[in-house]
């Protein structure tokens, strides 16, 4: 399952890259990307929730679920605040970024320690 939720991420991953360009570029993304960047990132988590919990709570499959829960967080924070204001704080962006960031880099060093272990 980590394998999986790894590529469900990668795909969340470019979502958010589009949001993210959009951001840069002062323009709001259709609210069909952003819905469909938070509904990958759900189902991204629940895999990984599977993921760790068959493999027997490997520690960097615990810490990329940890991690992307923080960057789940600053997301939705940041989604709430686009439906009162548009733009959003730029450094809860940048936080949400370096999270799904380092998320995404701890999933992928799991997904190799798993592969090496079994």
Avoid: D, K
Avoid at 2 to 22: C, K, P, R, S
Avoid at 33 to 48: D, P
Avoid at 90 to 99: C, D, E, G, K, Q
């Amino acid at each position: 399952m980590l394998h999986e939720a790894l590529l469900i991420f990668a795909i969340t991953a470019a979502g958010g890259i589009v949001l993210g360009n959009g951001l840069v570029r002062g323009w709001l993304a259709s609210r069909m990307v952003s819905l469909l960047h938070a509904a990958f990132a759900l189902c991204g988590l629940l895999l990984l929730l599977g993921g760790t919990l068959q493999a027997q709570w490997n520690a960097y499959a615990l810490l990329a679920l940890w991690v992307l829960c923080l960057a789940t967080g600053a997301g939705f924070h940041l989604t709430l605040r686009r439906a009162r204001q548009p733009g959003g704080p730029p450094r809860m962006a940048w936080l949400h970024v370096m999270l799904a960031l380092a998320g995404l880099g701890t999933l992928l060093v799991a997904v190799q320690t798993s592969a090496s272990t079994f």
